[in-house]
């Protein structure tokens, strides 16, 4: 089935390049105008928040309720930072919003910027996204030459300025609290909260941390209003489109627009072409590598935040990573195991510790040298981690343990008394996550 796309609406333009002039052609920047003459800033906080925009990167969070959680004193400097570390296993979908549009995320950070009193506004990239960055330099050059940002803009009295910041290719700047430490030049640590963001973030000051998905949504939503963007999707509570990065054993593994609410199965198989080979899914991830493994059992469950949160796991990233039959599920646990051991900050020790004890856990159960007791042990050390720690990575990295082991114990079983794998080969690498 085919639908409206929205974020992704310029992208399948004939011809369309990104440039300034491009997306002026198909209304670009009309919404800023129209924001900056009908809505005060406290009235366009109220209609993200009446619009149900909830937020893009993870946690879901309801975007307008973050704005409105600053304080209220308009004399405070306030900042913007749009997180544009899209570090997350198998998701990729804000990559190829920036590179392929990025004066739609720029507009959508104006509006931000303008509901909030910000007169500063930060992109944290990812350090490798080098030619994202190098777009995002040159429509913010664009723009300011264009009088959208800069003093005064649109000769408003409104001052807006968007500043890149690349970082150094760090996961756990994701975490929006690590980023506000990379931004002022420290080592990318996760703050203890509270105090939170909104009240002492950047240098100390109120800010909101935003993911480019949920930014790039503004500017339609104030172009077209609140009734259109909540009859999309699964409302009241996920309304909207929602851009899912399908990969792994798919025929057509890529970005899918699709309403909020879609099940699993239209996605994979409708959107994404199926299975390679017509083999059976054995496992999906539903929303980056740090959401629970589902099984094809849950092919039916729709893809919203509350549906996945009722079968376990939860919608997160958006990235949906697909594996067939012939998937050893101890060798893909493993797999992101190693990448979440090699990517933990150590700042807490349950995480700096055991996520090395689990890895070395997982690499003998893995190569025959298991034993029945370590499967018990593997669920201590687990429940050792999770919720102990000053960031959500703790939970992440654990999910892929917890849920092979709740759906495939049998295959680590296998493991550890035949010392060989049930599927019957070894290795993988993340791009063919546990695929022998």
Request: glycine fraction near 12%; hydrophobic fraction near 35%.
């Amino acid at each position: 089935m085919k639908y409206e796309k929205v974020l992704h609406k310029n992208l399948e333009t004939p011809g369309y390049t990104g440039s300034l002039a491009d997306y002026e052609r198909q209304g670009g920047y009309q919404a800023i105008r129209k924001a900056l003459k009908e809505y005060a800033p406290t009235q366009l906080i109220d209609l993200v928040k009446r619009s149900g925009l909830r937020g893009r990167g993870g946690a879901g969070f309801p975007a307008g309720t973050k704005w409105d959680f600053l304080p209220k004193d308009p004399a405070l400097t306030r900042y913007l930072c749009c997180n544009a570390d899209e570090s997350e296993p198998g998701t990729f979908k804000d990559r190829e919003l920036i590179e392929r549009d990025p004066h739609q995320l720029i507009e959508g950070m104006i509006l931000a910027a303008y509901a909030i009193g910000a007169k500063v506004a930060y992109i944290y990239i990812r350090g490798e996204f080098v030619y994202g960055a190098q777009v995002l330099e040159r429509a913010l050059a664009e723009a300011n030459r264009a009088g959208y940002l800069g003093k005064k803009i649109l000769k408003s009295g409104t001052d807006i300025e968007i500043y890149l910041h690349r970082g150094a290719g760090a996961y756990i700047c994701g975490e929006e609290t690590a980023l506000l430490e990379s931004i002022e030049g420290k080592r990318g640590l996760p703050r203890n909260k509270p105090p939170f963001p909104a009240i002492h973030g950047l240098y100390g000051k109120p800010t909101v941390i935003n993911n480019v998905e949920t930014l790039s949504n503004l500017p339609h939503i104030v172009n077209r209003g609140v009734e259109w963007f909540t009859s999309i999707g699964s409302p009241p509570k996920s309304p909207g489109m929602r851009i899912f990065s399908v990969s792994g054993h798919v025929n057509r593994p890529g970005n899918y627009e699709v309403p909020m609410g879609i099940t699993l199965r239209e996605l994979i198989h409708e959107q994404a072409g199926g299975v390679l080979g017509n083999k059976k899914i054995k496992a999906i991830i539903p929303g980056g590598a740090s959401a629970a493994f589902l099984t094809e059992s849950s092919l039916d469950v729709k893809m919203d935040f509350e549906s996945i949160a009722q079968v376990g796991s939860m919608l997160g990233s958006g990235g949906v990573t697909v594996m067939d039959e012939d998937t050893c599920m101890v060798s893909a646990a493993l797999n992101l195991m190693e990448f979440f051991a090699h990517e933990t900050c150590g700042k807490c020790s349950p995480c700096r510790e055991g996520s090395s004890w689990l890895v070395q856990m997982m690499r003998r159960i893995e190569h025959g040298h298991g034993r029945m007791e370590d499967l018990d042990q593997l669920v201590r050390i687990c429940n050792n981690i999770g919720g102990k720690t000053v960031c959500a990575f703790g939970d992440a990295e654990i999910a892929p343990i917890l849920s092979t082991l709740k759906h495939w114990r049998s295959e680590y079983e296998y493991h550890i008394k035949e010392k060989k794998c049930l599927v019957g080969n070894r290795g993988g690498q993340l791009l063919t996550i546990g695929k022998h």
